[in-house]
């Protein structure tokens, strides 16, 4: 190709004396900028067939390129974007994450990688934006809303069974459930029912922004009635009811709660095939329950019906226990408490007829009366401790070894050396452990030792808490079988708080138990 140009020669007078002709090659120019079409248009076709939506904005943000991806997303022709300023555009994403994530890529010109969740597109996208060499910046973003759902929903397994394995009663398992479960899915409403003792009936346990009538007039409602959750506690299945004309079709009845006007899930709890109860999320609106979210809800009530069930065997257990506890309380008043008494009261109505006869015995019995009445007031205020855990933390040690040995005293003619140092407090488990040992072998020492002294030593540092009793007893061999379950408990006490335990006897010669625990 060619290029010409050309100038007129004229004489002073203007006269037309002839013509100046340059003739240029450019061919080369124009394969150039034939190559550079030629490589936009790839560059485009490029970015049109990617599956990732992609824009470019110059350094005032103004659209210079919006490939057919990025723009159905928006829901936006291109021509209407082209040469227009992006956040006039989008005002919307005015001071959100990715406004000031692209701002900073653009002032300090690097690249940046992110994650966000668009409001505009109500969905989370992966942001890539690298600048340009004009000033601007090219940006590629992909919908990873999927992923990032999955994302959350196994966060919110993780919490709730995080929690859930530390929730001990019922009321526990029902908070977490309320926090965790409960707001699952962004629903409007959601509860937990579960049934009652009787079993025709259910109970609203839990529950999230019920309306009032409606938990008033349905907290506890029976098995009969042809219900959306009944059919669920019949079946065992779940129940899913994505639009309201659904479930009005389905279950009339349900026309009265004009509250919950769109999609209903109900999910059973579901304890070795026995249904328990069940969650029910209600929605404000029609919307479909995706597959991923039903098995979300579905792994959601799994969890919430093994902590229910555990919450329950906790309390059962723990009324057994309260039983059996009574049962000991009622066997040590009447082994310790109602033989001291009935003891004093064979004293007490013996006095007049030995004042009779011996007026100076009467004196030495006075005082046996004395000790018995001492020692039976002794043991009922251990076990008033008992029924009141509290004050059994809140005791002093030194007090509660007094008690203890005034009880014993009561019971058997002992004579007791105490050193006591509880000047450093202990953790209240430690407290009523070495409180537990301490009273577990004062009654082997006046149930078997025959013991006629006991020396009681405990203290207590910074570093070390060390409880020692000993006595004078016939002692006996601590490898037999027949050693006593009084010491079987000792050592299980002492395993428990992780403390050493250290057992002296011989028949014959006494027995010393010394249990030490170390502050970790």
Not at 238 to 263: D, S, V
């Amino acid at each position: 190709a060619m290029y010409d140009s050309g100038a007129p020669i004229r004489s002073p007078q203007g006269t037309l004396l002839g013509t100046v002709l340059v003739f240029r090659d450019v061919t080369a120019n124009r394969r150039t900028a034939a190559d550079i079409q030629s490589a936009r248009a790839q560059l485009s076709e490029i970015l049109e067939s990617i599956d990732d939506g992609f824009y470019a904005v110059d350094h005032d943000w103004r659209f210079v390129y919006v490939n057919q991806r990025a723009a159905q997303l928006w829901g936006k022709a291109t021509t209407d974007l082209i040469g227009q300023n992006m956040w006039q555009k989008f005002p919307g994403g005015v001071n959100s994450e990715a406004y000031h994530r692209l701002n900073e890529a653009m002032q300090q010109r690097h690249s940046a990688r992110f994650e966000t969740y668009s409001r505009y597109l109500n969905e989370w996208v992966s942001v890539s934006a690298y600048p340009s060499a004009a000033g601007g910046l090219a940006v590629y973003f992909r919908d990873v809303t999927e992923r990032k759902r999955r994302e959350i929903q196994l966060q919110t397994l993780y919490n709730l069974t995080a929690q859930l394995s530390q929730a001990v009663s019922l009321d526990e398992v029902g908070a977490v459930i309320t926090q965790f479960a409960l707001k699952a899915l962004a629903s409007q409403s959601s509860s937990v029912s579960l049934l009652t003792d009787t079993g025709d009936q259910l109970t609203v346990a839990w529950q999230r922004d019920m309306a009032a009538e409606t938990l008033a007039q349905w907290k506890t409602f029976p098995l009969t009635l042809r219900w959306t959750i009944n059919d669920v506690m019949r079946t065992g299945q779940p129940l899913w009811l994505e639009t309201q004309a659904e479930r009005l079709q389905a279950y009339p009845a349900t026309a009265e709660f004009t509250h919950y006007c769109g999609a209903l899930a109900i999910v059973p709890l579901t304890v070795k095939q026995r249904t328990i109860g069940a969650l029910t999320f209600a929605f404000p609106s029609d919307r479909p329950i995706r597959p991923d979210e039903r098995e979300f809800l579905i792994a959601l009530s799994d969890q919430c019906a093994q902590a229910v069930e555990r919450a329950r065997l906790h309390e059962q257990a723990r009324q057994v226990a309260v039983y059996e506890e009574r049962q000991r309380l009622a066997r040590d008043l009447h082994d310790a408490v109602s033989q001291t008494l009935f003891s004093a009261s064979i004293i007490t109505e013996s006095l007049p007829r030995l004042w009779q006869r011996s007026p100076d015995a009467v004196f030495d019995n006075l005082n046996q009366l004395n000790r018995l009445q001492r020692g039976a007031m002794a043991e009922m205020r251990t076990l008033l401790l008992e029924l009141r855990p509290t004050m059994l933390v809140k005791s002093r040690m030194s007090d509660l070894l007094h008690q203890l040995i005034e009880a014993m005293k009561g019971r058997k003619l002992i004579a007791f050396t105490v050193l006591i140092d509880d000047s450093e407090p202990l953790p209240e488990d430690i407290h009523v452990a070495l409180y537990r040992i301490a009273q577990e072998s004062l009654n082997n020492i006046v149930k078997h030792s025959q013991a006629s002294t006991v020396t009681i030593e405990f203290r207590s540092t910074p570093e070390h808490t060390e409880l020692t009793i000993s006595d004078n007893g016939i002692g006996f061999n601590p490898s037999s079988a027949h050693a006593g379950f009084g010491m079987n408990t000792i050592r299980e006490r002492a395993d428990a708080i992780k403390a050493t335990l250290q057992l002296t006897s011989q028949p014959g010669q006494g027995t010393t138990v010394s249990v030490i625990w170390k502050r970790s």
